[in-house]
């Protein structure tokens, strides 16, 4: 293909712009405040199971400490009706020995009852403090989520701005470009999947970064300036200039 080696030249432009897109792409696929978010998300998830295991664990000790209350209550009022039977001095001797027995074993059933409503209470006072580390925990992972969330959003809106930029410079440049040898260096770009052209620069593709020798070398020396040449190995095509080392 033959183009003007001034239009020629155009292309380094073009692809400083496609480097700095797809740069600009690789930071956006890349980005650490991405995966800052990611891990902030999963640290909420963790949490929030943590909280909802303590609530439950608190709602459950309630549940069961109310019950062992009632107990209690039961026994209590067991007791002291067996008790009221007893002063009252109606009983037979054979019954007020069945009620003193009785409340022998009402007073031992109270107390274990008694011992089992502390130690729930104690129990109860660690679940508590697990669901208030719990709650504390969440609430500060909400608030680095959306410290990651806002510094995810400002980098992903620099990235953004950037690329409209650099995308409105390679469509002026494009736009000077003659369609013949625009769309060769789109065809090669699409297969490099970055730029379609690279300086040849002290007799090496500044593309893939291999150097000229031998026969390909004295062929580009001979080259006419407006004969499009193309890297053997990249495919990209090679813009010559006075750093040439032709
Ligand atoms: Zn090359």
């Known amino acids: 293909m033959q183009a003007d080696h001034f239009d020629q030249q155009k292309l380094l432009a073009l692809a400083a712009e496609d480097v700095a897109l797809s740069q600009l792409a690789h930071r956006k696929r890349t980005l650490p405040e991405t995966a800052?978010?990611?891990?902030?998300?999963e640290a909420q998830r963790a949490l929030s199971a943590d909280v909802v295991r303590a609530e439950t664990e608190v709602r459950d000790l309630d549940r069961d400490q109310k019950r062992l209350e009632a107990d209690v209550d039961t026994v209590r009022q067991r007791a002291a009706r067996d008790q009221q039977r007893l002063d009252s001095g109606a009983a037979s001797p054979k019954?007020?020995?069945?009620?003193?027995?009785?409340?022998?074993?009402?007073?031992?059933r109270q107390?274990?009852?008694e011992d089992q409503v502390l130690e729930f209470m104690e129990r109860r006072e660690t679940a508590d403090a697990a669901l208030a580390t719990a709650q504390r925990g969440l609430t500060q992972a909400q608030a680095d989520g959306e410290r990651a969330t806002q510094l995810r959003d400002d980098a992903l809106a620099d990235i953004a701005d950037q690329t409209k930029v650099h995308e409105a410079t390679r469509g002026e440049v494009a736009g000077t470009v003659?369609?013949?040898?625009?769309s060769l260096y789109d065809r090669v770009a699409k297969q490099t999947g970055t730029t379609g052209a690279a300086h040849l620069h002290a007799r090496r593709c500044e593309g893939c970064r291999i150097e000229l020798y031998g026969n390909e070398l004295s062929a580009f020396r001979n080259a006419d300036p407006h004969t499009v040449l193309r890297c053997e190995n990249c495919g990209r095509i090679l813009v010559r200039t006075a750093d040439s080392g032709l």
């Not at 800052?36 to 998300?41: C, G, I, L, R, S």
């Not at 019954?95 to 031992?108: D, K, N, P």
């Open 95 to 108: 019954e007020m020995t069945g009620l003193q027995h009785e409340l022998e074993s009402l007073a031992r």
């Open 178 to 182: 003659p369609a013949p040898l625009l």
């Open 111 to 113: 107390g274990d009852l």
């Open 36 to 41: 800052a978010v990611e891990d902030a998300e």
